[in-house]
T-cell receptor, first 113, second 109 residues
Framework: DGGITQSPKYLFRKEGQNVTLSCEQNLNHDAMYWYRQDPGQGLRLIYYSQIVNDFQKGDIAEGYSVSREKKESFPLTVTSAQKNPTAFYLCASSPAGGYTEAFFGQGTRLTVV | RKEVEQDPGPFNVPEGATVAFNCTYS??????FFWYRQDCRKEPKLLMSVYSSGNEDGRFTAQLNRASQYISLLIRDSKLSDSATYLCVVNQRDYKLSFGAGTTVTVRA
């Protein structure tokens, strides 16, 4: 089955810890994205990558880091510098950047305890 | 001004009713427009793309008004299963899709 897989589905982090969210796609899409969603709000772009070994900051990149070493994979690290990390994190991919629709993984719900 | 703005609703309608809502966008150079559906605590899923001439998919009709910079979604003959949050999505630049905060629709029996 083709699609985007995010893991884990639920993640609990202690304050001061870094955590890494996984995102893998087998759709052969060039572009990949990370979004954050808070209750009652729209999706906000954290990072995006249009090709392997290249990525750009989105609107709320502070406290986050990414890598794109393989076309299929775009992991997101939430660092201790992110002051309010509790949120729903969504990874997406698209075949041609912003001109085509994006396909989403099932999301990771991160909670700081 | 936000890049994409939507009426948050909620729109509470009976089964069989027609419901319509709009979304405005700020970038006149935007080229691509979409409606997504998001169920509670789930990921957004593409409902339909929006084309310049308007388009229909079953009970759903989408329209684009470039002059006034808004897109609309109309749902005819509402079903209970249409209850969801509908996200308006607009591309701002070649890489970026901007999402509205969503319009909540609740269809009651």
């Amino acid at each position: 089955d083709g699609g985007i897989t995010q893991s884990p589905k639920y993640l609990f982090r202690k304050e001061g810890q870094n955590v890494t969210l996984s995102c893998e796609q087998n759709l052969n899409h060039d572009a990949m994205y990370w979004y954050r969603q808070d209750p009652g709000q729209g999706l906000r772009l954290i990072y995006y990558s249009q090709i392997v070994n290249d990525f750009q900051k989105g609107d709320i990149a502070e406290g986050y880091s990414v890598s794109r070493e393989k076309k299929e994979s775009f992991p997101l690290t939430v660092t201790s510098a992110q002051k309010n990390p509790t949120a729903f994190y969504l990874c997406a991919s698209s075949p041609a950047g912003g001109y085509t629709e994006a396909f989403f993984g099932q999301g990771t719900r991160l909670t700081v305890v | 001004r936000k890049e994409v703005e939507q009426d948050p609703g909620p729109f509470n309608v009976p089964e069989g009713a027609t419901v319509a809502f709009n979304c405005t966008y700020s970038n006149s150079a935007s080229q691509s427009f979409f409606w997504y559906r998001q169920d509670c605590r789930k990921e957004p899923k593409l409902l339909m793309s929006v084309y310049s001439s308007g388009n229909e998919d079953g009970r759903f009709t989408a329209q684009l008004n470039r002059a006034s910079q808004y897109i609309s979604l109309l749902i005819r003959d509402s079903k209970l299963s249409d209850s969801a949050t509908y996200l308006c999505v607009v591309n701002q630049r070649d890489y970026k899709l901007s999402f509205g905060a969503g319009t909540t629709v609740t269809v009651r029996a």
